[in-house]
């Protein structure tokens, strides 16, 4: 079974950074996509970045070059650094995995609890 937890979230002023870390309970195979989501209460999740199996990243429009997204295998974590940070990416951030398969970003199976970053203006 996998699980994931993700910690790192806070509170920032707005063009600060903040880096998001997302701890597996196993090894996923380049079978599998790890992927960030985020969403605002009242608004659907959205896709963030993510890693599919062997492919590149990939990213959603609005991180706009500022957020990176990596894996550790050896630590068994998943990283999203975020750059000048807006308020209108104040949201729930959530680690997630599932199979590599068609979807662009990744079709997750697996979800964390969820990290809140909040940024003010």
């Known amino acids: 079974q996998v699980q994931l937890v993700e910690s790192g979230g806070g509170s920032v002023r707005s063009g600060e950074s903040l880096t998001l870390t997302c701890k597996q309970s196993?090894?996923?195979?380049?079978?599998?996509?790890v992927a960030w989501f985020r969403q605002v209460p009242g608004k659907e999740r959205e896709a963030v970045a993510s890693?599919?199996?062997?492919?590149?990243?990939r990213y959603a429009k609005f991180t706009s070059n500022r957020f990176i997204i990596s894996q550790s295998v050896r630590n068994l974590e998943i990283y999203l650094k975020m750059y000048s940070l807006k308020p209108d990416d104040t949201a729930m951030y959530y680690c997630?995995?599932?199979?590599?398969?068609?979807?662009?970003?990744?079709?997750?199976?697996?979800w964390g609890q969820g990290t809140q970053v909040t940024v003010v203006s």
């Open positions: 997630a995995a599932g199979p590599a398969g068609p979807a662009y970003f990744c079709n997750a199976e697996y």
């Open positions: 196993v090894y996923l195979s380049s079978d599998y996509c």
């Open positions: 890693i599919p199996g062997d492919g590149s990243p």
